[in-house]
Antibody, heavy 118, light 110 residues
């Protein structure tokens, strides 16, 4: 069965960096686009990034463009999110999400918590 | 990349039907047949309930159905059951690789 396990969340100070990882199993990782979606405490879902199956195409929400970088290692069945210059408003639970072939977010991991506070 | 508009809350009695709307624009919901709906229980990850506007993933009850008209998508839940009480989110492709979610709707059973 599909399994997505995020890691790397932590409490950091504004301006610091963090790298999230997502280990995928139970499907052919290299065949699917993947997304990162976040959810601030008590708030709704926000799409932040989308990467093609090969990793050659990447897309970002305006709120993170220029600060966050998504990448993947298909040999390791892993997805990454490098987050630089973190802000208080980046505080959220970050979900790794497998997509359908249409790109629609499909299966979600359990999330990893990022807290940005001085 | 403005969020899609959903009612903050809806309620219904067991056995009844409810509909949650999701209003976007001609740049997202109105342009693509890539609307999806998610159910999220407290402390849990979202679960895909409807994709491509009207399709149900394997294992999702046929009490859940989706539709779309112009810039508005809708999720209907018929025969409400206690376990349907949750938050529901819509999502649409918005072009140029971007996706947008609705603000979420809290479903309460009376």
């Amino acid at each position: 069965q599909v399994q997505l396990v995020e890691s790397g969340g932590a409490l950091v100070k504004p301006g610091e960096s963090l790298r999230l990882s997502c280990a995928a199993s139970g499907f052919t990782f290299s065949d699917y686009y993947m997304s990162w979606v976040r959810q601030a405490p008590g708030k709704g879902l926000n799409w932040i990034s989308y990467i093609s199956s090969s990793g050659s195409s990447v897309y970002y929400a305006d709120s993170v463009k220029g600060r966050f970088t998504v990448s993947r290692d298909n040999a390791k069945n892993s997805l990454y999110l490098q987050m630089n210059n973190l802000r208080a408003e980046d505080t959220a639970l970050y979900y790794c999400v497998k997509t359908l072939t249409s790109g629609i977010p499909d299966y979600w991991g359990q999330g990893t918590l990022v807290s940005v506070s001085s | 990349q403005s969020a899609l508009t959903q009612p903050a809350s809806v309620s219904g009695s067991p056995g009844q039907s409810i509909t949650i709307s999701c209003t976007g624009t001609s740049s997202d919901v109105g342009s693509y047949n890539l609307v999806s709906w998610y159910q999220q229980h407290p402390g849990k990850a979202p679960k895909l309930m409807i994709y491509e506007g009207t399709e149900r993933p394997s294992g999702v009850s046929n009490r859940f159905s989706g539709s779309k008209s112009a810039n508005t998508a809708s999720l209907t839940i018929s025969g409400l059951q206690a376990e349907d009480e949750a938050d529901y989110y819509c999502c649409s492709y918005a072009g140029s690789g971007a996706w947008v979610f609705g603000g979420g709707t809290e479903l309460t059973l009376l």
